[in-house]
């Protein structure tokens, strides 16, 4: 949820910090703050709002540091304000602190020192812990043993940066449940929540694990686990080219997504489609791959639009593989009781690999002793390390907070796994060859689609005042109903419900007027004739009628108010074409409504608390 990002070596880190934070602020936009040592002095300048107030603010200081970090807040505890913001102090002023994530025990320990003579000045739980450090740190505990001691008493998740004036050359870094990373430089070390942060600068990352804690250098680092055990951490080199994470003369970063669709499409397909055998290749899964195809049950477990792709793979794994498939909120699987028989296998989709939920649940599904396999975007992320195995899903770097592109390769390798799975089961050669090759015409019918963004932004001006949306859809569509629903209220704040269509009439038909929009997913499918009916309905009490139709649908144009027309594909594959034109009608819609699309209120990228 929140950023963070820090710097050692002898560059003045302000500029460093203010852009690894503006990197980052996708993640979190509340407030911002920086924590700095220089000349012999520590203090925290914090500011309520997006990190460009904190660099007007930090512009007329003319502070030069070259030991800093930096923080933008997410707020759990306590409202967005420069009081709540980080860094956090002690009561002297010498030491501050960046966290991520939650302390679950924060006001047992609060009381316990208060009643020792601390002072609170936040309504944060992250607070306690530079005063628990503090008391540590007093105590005569170097600062990273100081740290570590009080880590081990603290309940919850956390990815947190300590600095102190009394030990100048070194922050102290930890992780439990929230991401951490180091990025080692050339005599200068820096550190972060995200590596998008630290790229411009290194591609040498080190991933801390959780219950791990670091010492960090200018020219080296030390790790250790909390409980003091010794260990030796690896440098990856991370594969990320700055232009993918930059606008790129975009206006916004979820336009630029959406449009690098048929790119990432592509990308999510490279090399993976072998159509003389009708098979998919993924060599995240060798290995699995019999097992996972002797399932007798697969299980998805996801949050927000990653469980809308779970969604259509259970229609996918259902039709192909002939599997019985359950679709999971993650926030709900991980506080049931999870039957989990032997023979299933769980899947655990994620763009960022980080959604706490997501990832707690994978861990108890491990522990049942489930087969895991993570489908994820972010290369290292958590969710990806701590799978069986899995399949990235490589549709690169997605910055705007409503996932567009991820949704669309997501759909792509849960296909590709139906496929892997359905073959060794019971699908013919020509039936595989016959859908691989139609996977490998996306991308070109993909540009088709993204050729309508100017006909969807005039539709949009249409519907900015509007107060409510329905969407509906059936079999593989009544998924994407559910995310075109979901990304107008993301970005618009217009009420929108996501429905099967037939389902409208024991319900909501009862909205339904003049005033109330309704979005209809209706290709040429088998499902066609049905979904007509229901538009029927919807026309008999005078809705306004938008349909995303088949190009070669010319009864429909009669019976709606606006068509969006849209190559064919099979039913399977249908989903990545037609969500996408409302990605766009939810971007134009929110644009002409003036709204932040990027950073919409309230909401985080990376959800990496509960
Ligand atoms: C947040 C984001 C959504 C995303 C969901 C799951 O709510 O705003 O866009 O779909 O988390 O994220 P994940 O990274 O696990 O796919």
């Known amino acids: 949820m929140c950023g963070i990002v820090g710097y050692i070596g002898d560059k003045n880190c302000v500029p460093i910090l203010i852009e690894g934070l503006k990197r980052l602020e996708y993640r979190g936009y509340d407030s911002a703050g920086l924590g700095l040592l220089y000349n012999g002095n520590a203090s925290a300048i914090k500011s309520k709002g997006k990190v460009s107030l904190l660099e007007d603010k930090i512009e007329g200081l003319n502070i030069k540091s070259s030991l800093g970090i930096g923080h933008t807040r997410w707020a759990t505890h306590g409202e967005p304000s420069e009081i709540n913001a980080h860094p956090h102090g002690n009561d002297s002023?010498?030491?501050?602190?960046?966290?991520?994530?939650?302390?679950?025990?924060?006001?047992?320990?609060?009381?316990?020192?208060?009643?020792?003579?601390?002072?609170?000045?936040?309504?944060?739980?992250?607070?306690?812990?530079?005063?628990?450090?503090?008391?540590?740190?007093?105590?005569?505990?170097?600062?990273?043993?100081?740290?570590?001691?009080?880590?081990?008493?603290?309940?919850?998740?956390?990815?947190?940066?300590?600095?102190?004036?009394?030990?100048?050359?070194?922050?102290?870094?930890?992780?439990?449940?929230?991401?951490?990373?180091?990025?080692?430089?050339?005599?200068?070390?820096?550190?972060?929540?995200?590596?998008?942060?630290?790229?411009?600068?290194?591609?040498?990352?080190?991933?801390?694990?959780?219950?791990?804690?670091?010492?960090?250098?200018?020219?080296?680092?030390?790790?250790?686990?909390?409980?003091?055990?010794?260990?030796?951490?690896?440098?990856?080199?991370?594969?990320?080219?700055?232009?993918?994470?930059?606008?790129?003369?975009?206006?916004?970063?979820?336009?630029?997504?959406?449009?690098?669709?048929?790119?990432?499409?592509?990308?999510?397909?490279?090399?993976?489609?072998l159509v003389e055998e009708g098979l998919a290749k993924l060599g995240g899964l060798k290995g699995f791959?019999?097992?996972?195809?002797?399932?007798?049950?697969?299980?998805?477990?996801?949050?927000?639009?990653?469980?809308?792709?779970?969604?259509?793979?259970?229609?996918?794994?259902?039709?192909?593989?002939?599997?019985?498939?359950?679709?999971?909120?993650?926030?709900?699987?991980?506080?049931?009781?999870?039957?989990?028989?032997?023979?299933?296998?769980?899947?655990?989709?994620?763009?960022?690999?980080?959604?706490?939920?997501?990832?707690?649940?994978?861990?108890?599904?491990?522990?049942?002793?489930?087969?895991?396999?993570?489908?994820?975007?972010?290369?290292?992320?958590?969710?990806?390390?701590?799978?069986?195995?899995?399949?990235?899903?490589?549709?690169?770097?997605?910055?705007?907070?409503?996932?567009?592109?991820?949704?669309?390769?997501?759909?792509?390798?849960?296909?590709?796994?139906?496929?892997?799975?359905?073959?060794?089961?019971?699908?013919?050669?020509?039936?595989?060859?016959?859908?691989i090759s139609e996977m490998a015409t996306l991308p070109a019918k993909i540009e088709r689609i993204l050729k309508l963004n100017d006909h969807i932004e005039k539709i949009a001006e249409d519907f900015v005042n509007a107060k409510n949306f329905l969407y509906l859809g059936r079999g593989y569509n009544f998924p994407v109903a559910l995310e075109g629903a979901l990304k107008l209220k993301e970005i618009s704040y217009i009420h929108a419900e996501g429905y099967p269509a037939a389902e409208m009439k024991h319900g909501p038909i009862a909205l339904i007027d003049e005033n109330m929009p309704a979005v209809f997913i209706s290709p040429k499918d088998s499902v066609y004739e049905k979904v007509i009916s229901n538009i029927e309905e919807v026309k008999a009490r005078k809705g306004r009628i938008i349909a995303v139709a088949s190009e070669n649908d010319d009864k429909i144009d009669s019976l709606v108010d606006y068509t969006i027309k849209i190559p064919d594909t099979i039913r399977m594959l249908m989903p990545i074409l037609t969500v996408i034109p409302l990605q766009l009608l939810a971007y134009h819609i929110a644009v002409k409504k003036g709204l932040n699309v990027d950073q919409p209120r309230n909401l985080a990228k990376s959800v990496t608390v509960e």
């Open 93 to 273: 002023g010498s030491m501050f602190i960046i966290h991520n994530g939650i302390i679950e025990n924060y006001a047992v320990i609060k009381k316990r020192l208060q009643k020792l003579g601390y002072v609170f000045k936040s309504d944060t739980d992250s607070e306690v812990l530079v005063h628990l450090i503090d008391d540590f740190h007093k105590k005569g505990n170097s600062l990273f043993h100081s740290t570590r001691l009080a880590l081990s008493q603290v309940d919850g998740t956390y990815g947190i940066a300590v600095i102190s004036k009394t030990e100048p050359d070194k922050i102290i870094v930890a992780k439990n449940g929230s991401p951490l990373v180091i990025g080692i430089g050339d005599d200068e070390n820096f550190i972060a929540s995200d590596v998008n942060a630290l790229i411009a600068h290194t591609s040498k990352i080190v991933y801390l694990e959780d219950g791990e804690i670091a010492e960090v250098y200018k020219d080296s680092f030390m790790a250790k686990t909390i409980t003091d055990e010794d260990i030796l951490k690896e440098i990856v080199q991370v594969e990320m080219d700055l232009d993918e994470i930059s606008k790129s003369g975009y206006q916004h970063f979820m336009i630029k997504e959406i449009m690098e669709q048929t790119e990432s499409v592509t990308n999510s397909m490279r090399g993976r489609l």
């Open 289 to 435: 791959e019999d097992q996972i195809a002797k399932s007798n049950r697969i299980i998805i477990v996801a949050c927000g639009t990653s469980w809308h792709a779970g969604l259509v793979a259970e229609y996918m794994f259902e039709q192909f593989a002939e599997i019985p498939v359950e679709v999971e909120y993650a926030s709900e699987f991980r506080y049931r009781n999870p039957v989990i028989l032997p023979n299933d296998t769980m899947i655990f989709i994620s763009q960022s690999g980080e959604t706490a939920d997501t990832l707690a649940a994978l861990k108890e599904a491990k522990r049942r002793g489930a087969l895991c396999l993570g489908v994820c975007n972010a290369v290292g992320s958590s969710i990806a390390r701590e799978s069986h195995t899995g399949v990235y899903i490589h549709a690169g770097p997605e910055i705007g907070v409503a996932s567009t592109k991820a949704f669309t390769s997501q759909l792509v390798v849960l296909a590709l796994i139906t496929m892997l799975i359905a073959r060794k089961r019971h699908m013919s050669l020509a039936d595989g060859k016959s859908i």
